[in-house]
Nanobody, 124 residues
Framework: QLQLVESGGGLVLPGGSLRLSCKAS????????VGWFRQAPGQEREGVAC????????EYAASVKGRFTISRDNAKDTVYLQMNILEPGDTAIYFC?????????????????WGQGTQVTVSS
């Protein structure tokens, strides 16, 4: 059974960078599309970025396009989220999730396996 563990969160100054990792165990992550999502206090969970099984197809939320990059290393069963030029509005718990859909949607509805999340705080 697939399990996901996020890491790499922390406290960063505005304009800084972080790289989040989503490590899979229990199954081969390369057979899943993967998405990154975030949830700020009092807000709904929103899609940030998603990547297809091969990594050839990616999609980003408008709010992060040009600043965030999703990538994957299927040999390591890991998906990454490189976050640059971070803003206070990026503060949230970040989750990764996996779906069997060949082209993963950026909506969280179609994802069946979720990690526990990692906190990202952007503040001076």
């Amino acid at each position: 059974q697939l399990q996901l563990v996020e890491s790499g969160g922390g406290l960063v100054l505005p304009g800084g960078s972080l790289r989040l990792s989503c490590k899979a165990s229990g199954d081969t992550l390369g057979t899943y599309g993967v998405g990154w999502f975030r949830q700020a206090p009092g807000q709904e969970r929103e899609g940030v970025a998603c990547i297809s099984r091969s990594g050839q197809i990616t999609e980003y939320a408008a709010s992060v396009k040009g600043r965030f990059t999703i990538s994957r290393d299927n040999a390591k069963d890991t998906v990454y989220l490189q976050m640059n030029i971070l803003e206070p509005g990026d503060t949230a718990i970040y989750f990764c999730a996996a779906t069997r859909l060949p082209i993963p949607p950026i909506s969280p509805i179609r994802y069946g396996t979720w990690g526990q999340g990692t906190q990202v705080t952007v503040s001076s």
